[in-house]
């Protein structure tokens, strides 16, 4: 009876151990998590804020005959690049043609009219001071003259305006710019500010044209007197970028009150005609917290409740840092605030990474 009460607390005193060596075991710290570290450093940064754009011409004309008739004429050929002054379509002159020889004849009767009726008025003035007329018929050939003068003088506006119309039959290129394809044809009937003939645009140089939050107004107007050879760059459709840089050529002149925005024009140069009226492409405006910034990859970000956090590795101990992001660049991002150049920011191994948490650099 004895020996089993001794092996029945021997057999306690062993259990009794086992459980607390458990416990300590159990209550012994958490290992060091191995981690990657990096150095933060100043490098650097140019980044854009996007904008969707249009590309627009600069000066585009729509054509329109000033006279009515029939299209008698085309000289060029639909899509090229026509100069100043270029003809570009007929209108039938011969209506026009016949108006101003008559109005010419008209000035040339008006002209005989007044000759001779400043030869009567001057020979009643002579006869009057030698009263060898009455004043009353000196006074009607002097109306006359007046009334002649008056004439000459319709008659020369009357010349005036059949020349112009006469003009108007020959359409002439405004400005150099490229012409586009013919909306009428020869033998088609034209009205006056009513057909469309066709449209003309210059192209070199070009606009982008963007809409703006009124929130940014300030920025552009400031880009205006401040802006560099890199502020402005225009990405194509295709998401190649435009070779050539761009500035401001205008901001509108108010503000849309139902949605905030405003439009502004950024001019670039086209000497290769590369760019065409009514592209679509994605305008690049230099952000303002451009310059030396620090960067890390993006993937020792932690995001956490639409917050961003950052480790950073202080002698064996994972400090969290809330950190204010800039844009993507590549596989890095900017850092605004919440680390300092020099921090060792834990790059690798922060999923199982708390606040104060115990870390050792890998290869170590």
Same mark, same amino acid.
């Given at each position: 009876?004895?020996?089993?009460y001794?092996?029945?607390?021997a057999?306690?005193?062993?259990?009794?151990?086992?459980?607390?060596?458990s416990?300590?075991?159990?209550?012994a710290p958490?290992?060091a998590?191995q981690?990657?570290?990096?150095?933060?450093?100043?490098?650097?940064?140019?980044?854009?804020d996007?904008?969707?754009?249009?590309?627009?011409?600069?000066?585009?004309?729509?054509?329109f005959?000033?006279?009515?008739?029939?299209?008698t004429?085309?000289?060029?050929?639909q899509?090229?690049?026509?100069?100043?002054?270029k003809p570009?379509?007929e209108?039938?002159?011969?209506?026009h043609? &016949?108006? @101003?020889?008559? $109005?010419q004849?008209?000035v040339?009767n %008006?002209?005989a009219? /007044?000759?001779? *009726?400043?030869? #009567?008025?001057?020979?009643?003035?002579?006869?009057?001071?030698?009263?060898?007329?009455?004043r009353?018929?000196?006074?009607?050939?002097? &109306?006359? @003259?007046e009334? $002649?003068?008056?004439?000459?003088?319709? %008659?020369?506006?009357? /010349?005036?305006? *059949?020349?112009? #119309?006469?003009?108007?039959t020959i359409?002439v290129?405004?400005f150099?710019?490229r012409?586009?394809?013919?909306q009428?044809?020869?033998?088609?009937?034209?009205?006056?500010g009513?057909?469309?003939?066709?449209?003309?645009?210059?192209?070199?140089?070009?606009?982008?044209?963007?809409?703006i939050?009124?929130?940014?107004?300030?920025?552009?107007?400031?880009?205006?007197?401040?802006?560099?050879?890199?502020?402005?760059?225009?990405?194509l459709?295709?998401?190649?970028?435009?070779?050539?840089?761009?500035?401001?050529?205008?901001?509108d002149?108010?503000?849309?009150?139902?949605?905030?925005?405003?439009?502004?024009?950024v001019?670039?140069?086209?000497?290769n005609?590369e760019?065409?009226?009514?592209?679509?492409?994605?305008?690049?405006?230099l952000n303002?917290?451009?310059?030396?910034?620090?960067?890390?990859p993006?993937?020792?970000v932690?995001?956490?409740?639409?917050?961003?956090?950052v480790?950073?590795?202080?002698?064996?101990?994972?400090?969290?840092?809330?950190?204010?992001l800039?844009?993507?660049?590549?596989?890095?991002?900017?850092?605004?605030?919440?680390?300092?150049?020099?921090?060792?920011?834990?790059?690798?191994?922060?999923?199982r990474?708390?606040?104060?948490?115990?870390?050792?650099a890998?290869?170590?």
């Open positions: 009876m004895k020996q089993n001794l092996c029945m607390l057999v306690t005193a062993t259990l009794i151990w086992s459980a607390c060596g416990k300590q075991q159990k209550a958490p290992s998590t981690v990657s570290i990096i150095e933060a450093r100043k490098t650097p940064a140019f980044y854009y996007n904008f969707q754009g249009i590309v627009i011409s600069l000066n585009t004309v729509e054509l005959s000033q006279v009515s008739g029939t299209v004429g085309k000289f060029f050929l899509g090229e690049i026509v100069k100043k002054g570009l379509y209108i039938d002159p011969r209506k043609l &016949a108006a @101003y020889q008559q $109005a004849a008209n040339v %008006a002209k009219s /007044l000759v001779l *009726a400043k030869k #009567d008025m001057d020979r009643y003035s002579m006869l009057l001071k030698n009263d060898a007329i009455a009353q018929t000196f006074d009607q050939a002097s &109306a006359t @003259y009334t $002649a003068k008056s004439q000459l003088a319709v %008659a020369n506006a009357g /010349l005036e305006m *059949a020349r112009a #119309d006469l003009s108007y359409i290129a405004p150099t710019g012409i586009g394809i013919s009428v044809s020869v033998g088609d009937l034209v009205t006056p009513t057909t469309l003939l066709n449209t003309i645009s210059d192209e070199d140089p070009i606009g982008v044209q963007v809409v939050n009124e929130q940014q107004l300030d920025r552009f107007y400031k880009l205006m007197n401040s802006s560099t050879g890199s502020t402005f760059k225009l990405q459709s295709n998401s190649r970028m435009y070779g050539s840089k761009g500035k401001i050529l205008a901001v002149r108010g503000v849309n009150n139902q949605t905030g925005s405003i439009i502004v024009r001019q670039f140069p086209n000497p005609k760019l065409k009226d009514g592209m679509s492409g994605v305008l690049q405006v303002n917290d451009s310059g030396d910034r620090i960067q890390i993006y993937k020792a932690v995001e956490q409740m639409g917050e961003f956090f480790f950073t590795a202080q002698d064996s101990i994972a400090l969290q840092h809330k950190v204010t800039g844009p993507r660049v590549n596989a890095n991002v900017i850092v605004l605030n919440g680390i300092n150049e020099g921090d060792k920011v834990i790059t690798e191994g922060i999923q990474l708390r606040d104060s948490s115990k870390v050792t890998a290869g170590k």
